[in-house]
């Protein structure tokens, strides 16, 4: 037989669209601005819904006009996903897919499950320390324009002047904590502040995630 | 064996030339035989500050590349017979370094010096790496400015990371030389504090050379700094090769000076 095709696994990219309203009106001004921001970023892209924030209220039929809109917009819906037994039947009649969604991990802080990289020099200027599937402790400064990386929790010791980035990978119930912030970025699980929107400079604080915010504590000693 | 000292900053312009020169001169006044190397190929500086520019006849590229014996490369200080010059080509620039032939004539200088100082070039590229590659110590030239400490902090990591002894799992000793240090406009926050460079940098203070009118006078004329005694910035050079030798002395320079009524009238 001649083979009229390879069949090879891959894997392709794929936006996931968490709907928390699936009013037209809000995904449309959103879109708009998406647009207006990156032209091409969702042109023609395959994307999949994620619909357990809206399972509760979600009807057929507000499936349907959210598909067809989307559609008319280019974008193009190749399957959605839901923990509810109801709106997976939805998901299926409507002819979209029901993708199988991973059970998140759930990690304490500075868990055992994962290492932990203990640094002890001053990490300078243009240095990248990346602690990867590990907790990342580092016990001197982190100087202006280094950066210190992990997909555990961060802590540190002396004074952090450049960037940290906890849950590189999206790991949950990671957190920074730093004695003295001076810092350049804080990121965890994709969410960041720069600037004026991070703490006190000098203080010790605790960066962590509360309901998909990014929040920090300062942690005073009076 | 000869202690390899490289003289390094990152950023331009903060006083590596002035200070390899300064530091070099002072160490062969002491009684140690020196020589300084100049690394920045193709911008060609050193010579000029140790007043022997008319007496370069070969150079540090010659000698790598087989063409001229390190004798005959070496220039002979006037003033000091235990310095010696190995100045940088002019007409190459810094692909002309390989790190054979720089290890070759380090080893070679090695046998007959106790010191020797690496000049190097500004920026992290090939030159820097090759100045400070084979070093024992290093000397970090830093301006009281935000630029040149971050510069400073970058090339500390570099030291840490891409030297001969950190491959080798052990460290190079690291000085901080702050230079260009205006005491008044540091009082005034103007300028970063002596106190505030040690705290990013976090390595041990060689010396603070004070803001002087005699460095750019003593380039000019080709006499390291040094030997103006007379200037404040002289003396805390000298004051960093005593530091350097191990001696305890305490920071001149660091505190503005009052200024009494006959000075504020007279100027």
């Known amino acids: ?222 | 064996m000869a202690k390899i000292i490289v003289v390094t900053s990152g950023k331009g312009g903060v006083g590596k030339t002035t200070t390899s020169a300064a530091i070099s001169m002072g160490l062969a006044l002491s009684g140690k035989k020196t020589v300084v190397i100049d690394f920045d190929i193709g911008l060609r500086n050193l010579d000029l500050i140790m007043d022997c520019e008319r007496r370069v006849v070969f150079d540090f590229v010659n000698v790598i590349q087989g063409d001229a014996s390190l004798n005959q490369a070496l220039i002979k200080d006037k003033r000091c017979e235990k310095l010696f010059i190995l100045p940088a080509s002019q007409t190459r620039d810094k692909d002309a370094l390989t790190k054979e032939g720089v290890e070759k004539i380090l080893n070679e200088l090695s046998e007959t010096f106790d010191y020797i100082i690496c000049d190097s070039p500004a920026g992290i590229e090939h030159g820097a790496q090759m100045a400070l590659y084979f070093a024992d110590e290093a000397i970090v030239v830093t301006n009281p400015e935000v630029s040149s400490v971050r510069d400073s902090d970058r090339i500390l990591g570099i030291l840490q990371s891409k030297s001969r002894r950190a491959e080798q799992g052990s460290s190079v000793k690291e000085h901080l030389l702050i230079t260009r240090y205006d005491t008044a406009r540091a009082a005034k926050g103007e300028m970063l504090s002596v106190t505030d460079i040690v705290d990013i940098l976090a390595v041990p203070l060689l010396g603070v050379i004070p803001e002087s009118s005699s460095v750019l006078t003593a380039s000019n004329q080709g006499t390291p700094v040094i030997l103006d005694l007379k200037s404040n910035a002289g003396q805390a050079y000298a004051d960093a090769i005593r530091r350097f030798e191990g001696e305890d002395l305490e920071m001149r320079f660091i505190k503005p000076v009052k200024k009494g009524i006959l000075s504020r009238v007279f100027g």
């Open chain 1, 1 to 222: 037989m001649n083979q009229a095709f390879n069949l090879k696994s891959s894997m392709q990219p794929v936006y996931l669209f968490e709907i928390k309203s699936y009013k037209l009106s809000d995904i449309s001004e959103q879109i708009d601005y998406l647009n207006d921001k990156t032209p091409n970023l969702l042109a023609n892209a395959p994307v999949v819904l994620d619909l357990n924030r809206v399972e509760k209220t979600l009807q057929k039929q507000d499936l349907i006009e959210l598909i067809d809109y989307l559609k008319q917009q280019n974008i193009n819906p190749i399957g959605a996903q839901c923990h509810s037994p109801s709106i997976k039947k939805i998901i299926i009649e409507t002819g979209l897919n029901h993708s199988k969604i991973e059970k998140k991990q759930n990690v304490d802080f500075l868990s055992s499950d994962i290492g932990t990289r203990v640094i002890t020099q001053q990490v300078r200027s243009g240095q990248q320390i990346y602690a990867a599937n590990e907790n990342l402790v580092i016990l001197n400064n982190v100087s202006a324009g280094a950066e210190v990386i992990a997909d555990g929790s961060i802590t540190i010791f002396g004074a952090l002047r450049g960037r940290a980035v906890a849950g590189a990978k999206g790991r949950e119930n990671t957190q920074i904590i730093c004695q003295n912030q001076h810092a350049q970025l804080i990121s965890i699980q994709g969410q960041y502040m720069v600037d004026e929107q991070l703490p006190k400079l000098g203080n010790a604080c605790r960066f962590y995630i509360k309901e998909d915010r990014l929040e920090f504590d300062e942690l005073t000693t009076s």
